[in-house]
């Protein structure tokens, strides 16, 4: 299993991450193609970043450190994508290199696909662990 060890780019404001990903998830739509790479991200880590960029975006004064108190109502930026749950643990001990998924998973429930551009933007903003197990091709 690959374990990233770089840092993640510095924060931007929600309302900025969430422009840029609606930017170039249009720009990958209008020029997919068959044969296109997706990845995968776990569908809990997506929504904690839709909860995030949406609130923000609902008007609510952010004091721009994105920590907030506790007991806060308001949604904190996402920790690092972890798409350890998607994998099956059997496999993993078996070879590091042959990673397997979970034969169960749903996509839109457990994981979405991402085009590989919308990936390399998360993932420089999120520095994720499990590299090798959120890439799978998409026909």
Known sequence: MEIT????APELPAEEEMALIRDITAAA????KE???????????????ID???HDLAGVPSNGSH????????????????NTNLLDDMASEVSDIQ?????TLVEGRDY????????EKLH???VSFVQNANLIPKI
């Open 67 to 82: 920590h907030h108190e506790f007991g806060s109502n308001t949604p904190r930026r996402p920790g690092a994508i972890d």
């Open 5 to 8: 060890e770089s840092e993640p």
């Open 112 to 119: 979405i696909l991402l085009p590989q551009q919308v990936w």
């Open 124 to 126: 420089s903003w999120y």
């Open 35 to 49: 044969g296109d790479i997706f990845f995968l991200i776990t569908n809990r880590w997506w929504q904690s970043w």
């Open 52 to 54: 995030y960029v949406i």
């Open 99 to 103: 990673i397997e998924l979970h034969d």
């Open 29 to 32: 739509e209008a020029h997919a």
